[in-house]
């Protein structure tokens, strides 16, 4: 299996992890139980990344006491996360039933043209990422898509022309992302042919970046064999991997953590 690389962090998590903290502390003092704040507190570090970052995620992890699979495997499971840099726009046409019968594939064919990119691509100058996505629960405005999770429905071509050059010219009302990572130019996840089921070919999971066919879970494994220490065994829980911590309670720790936990998932 083949990774996408990035070119790299732009900021520096250490400010990431101060501008989140108050309001991490915030949520966290709003539930009974500390694991209920895990999905407000992921979108606090998406809002401050434009992304989930690992690191991000194992703060994240000890914040509310839970192992870093739990989180991993929760963030996973909602598209709303971006666990890859993506551009500052991230545009995703509906490519469903109700959107193609009013017309989304000739659209599409004219967000490609136009961006000069493809499915699950970022443009060169990193503005834009670019997913057609399945059924976004407005059909009855279709053809649709979201921006940055915006909805904007009714699209004809001209319109994507007209949203494309606000963005460009930075007028458009929904805001930019921000970007803490530079994105890669794709993160199509190539798998091996005989391990991809029929029905899975050119699907958006498992390529999209909230998706599966991440090697997040075989990085875990090979940080734990290489190094068992932040395992902690609790008697009815799953083991606690507690990197998270050490990047919380000691900043000296955030470079040893960042060289494990690359953006690019490289080990
Ligand atoms: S098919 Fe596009 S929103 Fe439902």
Known sequence: MSEPSTGGRTRDFASVLAEVKPEAERLLAEYPQRRSALLPILRAFQNVEGWLSPEAMSVCAAMVGEPLSVVESTASFYTLFYRRPIGKYMLQPCRNLSCT???AEPIMAHFRERLGVEHLQTTDDGLF?????EC??????????QVNLEFVFDLTADKVDAILAAMREGRYEVAALPQSAVPAKSWLVTQAPAKRSPGALRVASPDAPGGMGDRSGAQMVERLVED????VVRPTRERLVTDGAA???NDRDLAAVARDVRPDGAS
């Not at 068992?228 to 395992?231: D, G, L």
């Open 228 to 231: 068992p220490y932040p395992v």
């Open 129 to 133: 990422s670019y997913e057609e996505v």
């Open 136 to 145: 976004l629960a407005a059909c009855d405005r279709a053809p649709c898509m």
């Open 247 to 249: 990047l919380l309670a």
């Open 101 to 103: 019968l009013r017309g």
